[in-house]
């Protein structure tokens, strides 16, 4: 990867819910290249054992904990093992997610409380259990994952939209109280990104999917990863707060009234 050539992280130690598959394994596998240690969280404690595999094979290291983020023990137990196994924690990515596509009248109170669990609570109970060792870094930042959901209609899923939208004024509220303590928070908007989350669909419409988009392709894991490693590194030292779409432009696209205005 080009970007190894950057030791954005080195001497760092990063926490990453989600992380044995998809994007949340692009953000490890990325923060790991570029130096960090690398807590590897996830429901799978398979895959997360995977993903630190991979990370060692790759001259890296970390640890792998199986861990449910939207429940209050599990969550408090994975950062206390995190800090202890990688002395400190200086990073989190709070990226585990769950979508359920169904229609409104269809969706049931469990699959609200499921979705709202996994995707935003989890990041209540996360930030929480990492506060501390954020302050006793000196490059503390979190960087959530919301999704494009928050900022447009895009398919039917109304729990997980609210969630993410939920996902950004968490965001900017948690950046504003920790500002002062030189933590920075910011979150990254991904697209439709190729991951198992997408694979309902069909290998032609994946490949359709892209003239959809502006930037004329579908989003990769490493796309976002890229977006997360910049959010997360003294590169963004003046950001925070933010909300940064990664697209390739979908959510800026409408039908245009005649085909040459497309
Ligand atoms: N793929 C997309 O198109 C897309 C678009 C926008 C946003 N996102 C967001 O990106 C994030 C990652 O999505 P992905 O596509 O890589 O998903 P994925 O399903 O490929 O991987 C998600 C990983 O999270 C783990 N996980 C699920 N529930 C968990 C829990 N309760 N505790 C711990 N780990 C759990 C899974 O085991 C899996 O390894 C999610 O927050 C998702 O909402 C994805």
Redesign the pocket.
Known sequence: MAQAERRDFEGRKAFV??G?????RAIALHLAEAGAKVAV????GG?ASGVLKEIRAAGGDGIAIE????QEAAVDQAVVDAAEALGGLDVLVN?????IIKRFAETTLDDWDRTFG??LRSMFLTCRAMLPHLRDSTAGAIVN?A??AALRYTVPHLPYAAAKAGVVSFTRDLAFELGGEGIRVNAVA????A????GRLTDDEVDSAGLRFVLSRMGR?EDVAEAVAFLASDRASYITGATLPVTGGAELASRPLRSEDG
């Open positions: 819910t989600g044995g598959a998809g994007i949340g969280i996830d429901l799978d895959a861990a449910d983020v939207s990226n585990a997610g769950i979508v996994v995707n994952i999704s494009m991904p697209g439709p990104t991951t198992a989350m997408m894991p």
